[in-house]
């Protein structure tokens, strides 16, 4: 999806605004996500430490060293909930990084709950200079599984926040994960008919994986039945399985941005898929939907 945006090659840099989650705000927060493990999903250079141009230009040498040149460099604020400040701290924070001469858009992930008019109207006339999109951690359909995993929102939020941010002409991306507890592959499968329903430009989807000192951790080791992978874990053959299931009833109309994840391991308690890495699995999903003679969409219900 973003070739054809900008026509060239475009690489992602992920910064840190420091931004706190509400939903683990200690002011007002509900105690986070029990899978959650926010150290888990920042490289190594951005930092909240530094401010977002040196984040930026670090992560600028940081892939030039390891031969990633690109067109066109996109900001990405993925750690934290990227909107939980006042209309006027963000338009700030904002500013900042679209005003840096090698960035040419923005990628702002958040939470559905954390959204508003103001915020998106604000949203809307950044767009309007340089590319501007918002990526929801939506993570189910469900609102049984949302309210177990303490998640601080419902469904009916994830529908409203994107269909007000599409309202306005702005991309969304949605991010879903698989195998959280009480979820089995039908129910994954059944909900993508929700999921098309969704007016998003691009998905995410990514195996669960169980991180130390969280809440879930916790749970697994007590209730391994509530999960897919058990206390043994289910293969990576059966995960590709899934993806196959979920693409083939999945719009074509939704670009893949992400279909596994790979955590720093010191972080990581369990991971389903024993460590193999997303290209090795990416191979095993394309080989499977060839074989098949499958594609995105051909058992959509249009």
Not at 111 to 128: C, G, H, I, Q, Y
Request: hydrophobic share 40%; with cysteine; proline share 4%.
């Amino acid at each position: 999806m973003m070739r054809q945006r900008f026509g060239g090659r475009v690489q992602k840099l992920s910064i840190d605004a420091a931004m706190v989650c509400p939903n683990r705000d200690a002011r007002g927060g509900r105690g986070g996500c029990t899978f959650c493990l926010n150290e888990a999903f920042s490289p190594s250079y951005c930092r909240g430490v530094k401010s977002l141009c040196e984040q930026i230009d670090e992560g600028l040498r940081f892939h030039l060293s390891r031969g990633r040149s690109a067109d066109y460099y996109v900001a990405y604020l993925q750690a934290g909930t990227n909107t939980n400040a006042s209309v006027d701290r963000l338009r700030k924070l904002y500013a900042e990084v679209l005003d840096h001469p090698r960035i040419s858009g923005l990628i702002i992930g958040t939470r559905p709950d954390a959204v508003s008019s103001e915020k998106l109207d604000m949203l809307a006339d950044f767009s309007t200079k340089k590319y501007v999109a918002v990526e929801y951690g939506v993570e189910s359909t469900s609102d049984a599984t949302l309210s177990h995993v303490n998640r601080g929102h419902s469904f009916d939020d994830a529908r409203w926040a994107i269909g007000a941010t599409r309202e306005r002409g702005i991309d969304v991306g949605a991010h879903f994960i698989l195998g959280l507890p009480n979820e089995r592959p039908e129910q994954l499968i059944e909900q993508t008919d929700k999921i098309n329903e969704l007016d998003i430009n691009y998905i995410k989807f990514h195996q669960l994986q169980i991180f130390r000192s969280t809440p879930m951790a916790e749970e697994w080791a007590l209730h391994p039945e509530r999960f897919m992978f058990g206390a043994e874990g289910f293969s990576a053959s059966s995960y590709v399985d899934l993806l196959v299931a979920i693409l083939r009833r999945l719009a074509p109309t939704i670009s893949l941005d992400r279909l596994f994840a790979l955590a720093p391991r010191h972080l990581t308690l369990h991971s389903p898929l024993g460590g193999l890495r997303p290209d090795i699995l990416k191979n095993m999903l394309v080989s499977r939907m060839l074989s098949g003679g499958f594609v995105q969409g051909d058992l959509y219900n249009y």
